[in-house]
């Protein structure tokens, strides 16, 4: 009896202190990295809102205050509403084409098995890789006055006078739209990949031609990576700084600029504060509301 | 009749999809095929069709010592920050693949958070964090290379922790206790059975954090100080003012070490399972 007692509560005593060595451990395995995220991102993060808050005169810079004066400045000033809609507008318009034209290109690396699909993931990754200013470049040996295109088609005889791209709002989703294709067909290549080919050939097989497998099998079930792809080029594109400042211009200001313009040129930092939290703010809640719609309408 | 008309749009379908396929692959590739024809080109001006053809713009990078130190800095800032970030991040890793405990997938987000964050206002929050830092400690940390290297490491810690969480995936976790059993101690046990399990996780983390830190722009932008640049910023600022042979010579340096560092990775692991 007591003995078995003594060994229930050795037992248990053991388990404890185990339990707390294992503690221990997984704080002293975790604690350095989660410190250094709170200190490194959390902590500036509340600063980038406390600034956002404080007055700016010219001249004087940042004077300390309480006031929601930049937020009221960037939506009531129609140099900064632009910038904003601009913006959206280019996100809205290339997360569009964006998920259209991966969807070819992450099926077949979906379904191709051969050591061709090898490299084609590394052909698509390689750009990922490679600086947007790089790819920038290589858009403006395109789209210049003498550049490829104008030449081309003025060879062709389709043109007569080289066509203005260069600066233009269609160089700027160009340039986005290539950056952001390898994110989205990765993303959707993966989710593909998870679905059964015997369901597609199921539906071949019930008589469904290529177009209706898609519409009524292979969407609904790859609508995860559609939606986390589209998600994902959102995101990238209402950040996007690279490109629009090389691709679109000065005269092109889309938010990532505008925070740049207002903290290293105009050195406001408040107001530059305030346009990076409401960029932040806007890029979350955009991205959660589609989340939600498209969770609502599927869900039936 | 109907099934013989199936099949033959099946096969046109098939048709379609790999032309599209490949158009797209083929669009994503273009600017970098471009850039690497023009730093070729005889001619400074970037009109086609080109004059001929040289290599003089691979020597005349050398002459121009924005590229060369800003490669330098982009070198000791990606390696630093890699490394550091592995030395914190797969520890962390472990802990949130291993461990079981409340607040396990609050952790989890707030390592992957600065995936999550854009690069500007990653930039423009760190640059004001250290503003005030600066303020308060007299330290001079606003634009100094420390800073600048904290702010890299920051953008290594979420791949670490995503790519070695996912190469513990699978992972049983008797054969860990299996090892114990047979009398290894928890060290041997890891760097003879869990480390090997993981080893696939760790280059890939290394290879994409590298490439994280030495690709970023950004947050550099607003961390860098004054009178320093990054590969990738003295690209930008180049290209702000015009583009020429010179610096698509530059580009296709950048991509040949990317390519490069990509084909040597990929004889550890294979890039197409990691990503």
């Known amino acids: 009896m007591t003995a078995s007692a003594t060994a229930g509560t050795l037992q248990s005593l053991a388990a404890r202190e185990m339990r707390g060595g294992r503690l221990s451990t997984a704080g002293f395995l975790i604690g350095p990295a989660t410190i250094f995220v709170t200190v490194g991102l959390l902590f500036p993060i509340l600063f980038l809102f406390r600034y956002s808050l404080n007055d700016f005169k010219p001249g004087v810079l940042m004077i300390d205050a309480f006031t929601i004066k930049q937020y009221v ?15 959206l507008r280019v996100a809205v318009v290339v997360t569009a084409i964006c998920v259209v034209l991966a969807f070819p290109l992450a099926y077949v690396i979906a379904r191709t098995q051969s050591r061709w699909k090898h490299l084609l993931i590394m052909l698509v990754v390689l750009p990922l890789f490679v600086g947007n200013a790089v790819r920038a470049a290589g858009w403006m040996t395109l ?57 597609e050939e199921a539906a071949f097989s019930l008589g469904a031609g290529p177009m209706t497998m898609f519409r009524r099998v292979l969407l609904p079930l790859a609508l995860p990576g559609f939606v986390a792809g589209g998600i994902f080029c959102f995101i990238l594109t209402m950040n996007a700084y690279a490109t629009p400042v090389l691709l679109g211009g000065p005269q092109f200001v889309m938010m990532g600029p505008l925070v740049y313009i207002q903290f290293a040129i105009k050195s406001n930092w408040p107001l530059g504060s305030a346009v990076a939290f409401i960029l932040m ?20 | 009749m109907t099934s013989h008309s199936i099949v033959d749009s099946r096969r046109l379908g098939r048709w379609a999809l790999n032309g599209a396929a490949g158009a797209v692959l083929g669009f994503v590739l273009l600017p970098l095929f471009f850039v690497t024809w023009l730093a070729f080109f005889r001619q400074e001006i970037p009109s086609f069709p080109p004059d001929g053809y040289s290599l003089r713009w691979f020597a005349s990078i050398w002459n121009n010592p924005k590229f060369f130190d800003g490669f330098l800095l982009s070198l000791q800032v ?23 405990f409340v607040g396990r997938e609050a952790l989890n987000s707030l390592l992957l958070l600065p995936l999550v964050v854009p690069g500007i206002v990653l930039g423009t929050s760190i640059y004001v964090f250290h503003v005030e830092v600066t303020i308060w400690t007299e330290l001079p940390i606003l634009g100094s290379i420390a800073g600048l290297v904290a702010g890299h490491i920051l953008i290594v810690i979420p791949w670490c922790v995503r790519l070695v969480t996912a190469s513990l995936a699978g992972f049983d976790r008797s054969i860990e206790e299996a090892a114990q059993n047979l009398g290894a101690t928890p060290v ?82 294979k890039l197409s399972r990691v990503v």
Do not use: H
């Open chain 2, 78 to 100: 990606a390696v630093t920050a890699m490394v550091v970030g592995l030395v914190i991040g797969v520890p962390a890793a472990l802990c949130i693949a291993r461990f079981r």
């Open chain 1, 143 to 199: 789209f210049g006055n003498k550049g490829f295109l104008n030449v081309s088609l003025q060879w062709l005889g389709l043109i007569d006078e080289p066509l203005r791209i260069m600066f233009t709002e269609t160089a700027v989703i160009v340039g986005i739209l290539a950056v952001n294709l390898p994110y989205v067909v990765l993303t959707l290549q993966s989710v593909i990949e998870g679905i059964d080919r015997a369901v």
């Open chain 1, 73 to 87: 400045l960037f939506f009531t000033d129609p140099y900064f509403t632009a910038a904003f809609y601009r913006t």
């Open chain 2, 188 to 269: 041997r046990t890891f760097f003879r059975v869990t480390l090997p399990t993981i080893r696939p996780g760790i280059v890939a983390a290394a290879l994409f954090g590298f490439v994280v830190s030495f690709g970023n722009l950004e947050m550099t932008l607003f961390l860098v100080g004054a009178g320093r640049t990054t590969l990738p910023i003295a690209i930008l600022q180049y290209l702000e003012w015009k583009i020429d042979p010179t610096i698509a010579a530059v580009s296709v340096l950048q991509i040949g070490l990317i390519a490069g560092a990509m084909i040597v990775t990929d004889r550890f692991v």
């Open chain 1, 281 to 300: 703010a806007a890029t979350l809640v955009l991205t959660a509301a589609a989340n939600l719609v498209v969770q609502r309408r599927y869900r039936r």
